[in-house]
Structure formats: C-alpha cells, structure tokens
C-alpha cells in the first residue's frame, strides 16, 4: 500500500456480518482549504457506522483522508463527500461522518452527514 495520500478506500469482509455492531473511529489530524481564502482547515472527523458486508481497512481511510490536504472545499461539502465514498466503498447499514471544525474567524462549524438507518442495538 504506498504511502501518499489515495482517494483509494480498501476494505475487507466484516467478521460478524449477522450481528449489527457499531465501529467508533476519530481522526483528529484532518486538513483541508478554504476554498475562498486558501488559507488550511483544521478538523476532526468523526466516523460511526454499523457495517453490512464490508469494513473500511484504516491505513486506507488515513490515506484517502490526507488526500483533502490541499483541496479547496468547504466544510459541508467534504463532510457529506467522505459520507457519500464510504458508502459507496461498503454499503453499511448505517453511517454517521461528523466534521468537527476549529475555529475561523470565530465560528465553530461541525457538519454532520448520515446515511441509512441505525439499527436497534447498535
């Protein structure tokens, strides 16, 4: 697997497909750009999901983050495009993606994407 940033998400078979469980991950180290002023974002994202079939392999998912580095785009938009790549990558059963944002200009701004129906239980 190289070690640059990828817009790549591997996975690999959940272990317990029959069981709706709930993975927590944190990445408190992601950037991004302003798209108007170019000057970096700084966020932590926040993942939770219950997975179907498939599960997102991490160095995979720290890559594919590092890969917004340099990109232009606002909060909401990068939010909701992590969103929608996992799920297009495995198919959970439900998936919650909070951008969490540092300060600019005063505002704090946390995102919050969803999608599909958390099951009882998890």
């Known amino acids: 697997m190289p070690t640059k940033p ?8 959940n272990p ?9 991950m944190e990445c408190p180290e ?8 170019g000057q970096p974002d700084f966020a932590t994202i926040r ?10 392999e991490l160095k995979s998912l720290k890559l594919y ?6 990109e232009g785009t606002f909060h909401e938009a990068v939010t909701n495009r992590i969103c929608d790549d996992i799920v297009r990558a495995i198919q959970p059963r439900w998936i919650e993606v909070v951008g969490d944002f540092a300060v600019r200009g ?8 969803r999608h599909g ?5 998890a």
């Open 6 to 13: 990828s817009r790549e998400l591997d996975t690999f078979p």
């Open 16 to 24: 317990k497909p029959e069981r709706p469980y709930e993975i927590a």
């Open 30 to 37: 992601f950037t991004c750009v302003c798209p108007v002023t």
């Open 47 to 56: 993942l939770r999901y219950v997975p179907a079939e498939r599960c997102v």
């Open 65 to 70: 983050l590092w890969s917004f580095r340099d």
């Open 106 to 113: 005063g505002i704090h701004t946390v995102v919050t994407a």
């Open 117 to 121: 129906e958390r099951p009882a239980g």
